[in-house]
């Protein structure tokens, strides 16, 4: 093993941010789960994901690093306020090279004392070459214990229609590049809507990524898709902040959410996100959502933590 893959491995050196998938319904909104997402050490370019896990898969260390990131996922889970969905990214190849990968991921869940039914895997994978029986073996033996499997990137990279026949997914998510301007693309909305019909025949949900603009939010749920990701409710946060922005939404929920309805914003108002408490509102003195939790009691964690927001 490399110096710099130790040390990569080394307590502290890695930090699970986390980002909300939201679900939004006729009445509202809620937060369905949190996708975890992880950070190398600050103040290197390992702490940008691309360059880490690029590293990580040229070394051929994904069974490796991604059994680390999912121990510290389910404790990040702890300090969440409610019980929701846990998202969990693992690469194909580790699924595929580890003959104990399931084993070794249902030992961390229990060790965590989570619900195996609150967690979702995120199969993610950059290499069509892996061990195609063994992965499939790890991926049944998971979803004997309860837990669901999602395929990520679909549309985009390996996640094709061949993976979706074999893994059998509970969910399909999106890549970010079929949301991008989907309200004014009509190719992006006719693949999208055919990946939704896809998806409700197989008996998947499905999550939209990477949804920043509320018209695009229109568009995907004129679709039928519920359940969307993006910096229109939230960026990834560090554990704690999120903590806070998980317990102001239950707090405020419907309320609070039902703001980010395009049929409730002016089309000329200009907008602004407040990362803090999950609010998307007007610019305006005044938040247009009565009784929110005032920003000043974010301050504490906004101090400490805002280096490493305007870093993710």
Partial sequence: MSDTLTRLLE???MTPYGQAIVEVGPAGARIHSVEFLIRGPAGTPF????????YVRRKRAEPLVDMRT?????????????DIGLSINAHAS????????????I?????????PTRVMLEIVEHSPAWNQKQFLANLEELRGAGLRIALDDIGTGQSNIAMMLDARPDCLKLDGYLAEGIAHNPMRRTVMASIQRMAEEMGCI??????EESEDLAAVRDIGIK??????????????????QVAHIVQHGTELLAALRPARLPQSAPLAVDLWSGARHLVTPVPIIQGSVPISLFEPAREKLETKISAS
């Fill in 107 to 115: 030992a961390l869940v229990k060790a965590a004392a989570v619900n």
């Fill in 47 to 54: 702490e940008h994901p691309c360059v880490l896990f690029e």
């Fill in 227 to 244: 359940l969307v990701q993006g910096f229109i409710f939230s960026r990834p946060l560090p554990i704690a902040a999120l903590s806070l």
């Fill in 94 to 105: 580790s699924l595929g090279r580890n003959p104990r990968f399931a084993k070794e991921m």
């Fill in 206 to 211: 499905v999550v939209a990524e990477c949804i």
């Fill in 70 to 82: 999912i121990a510290l996922a389910l404790q990040a889970a702890r300090q969440l306020p409610i």
């Fill in 11 to 13: 307590p502290g050196a």
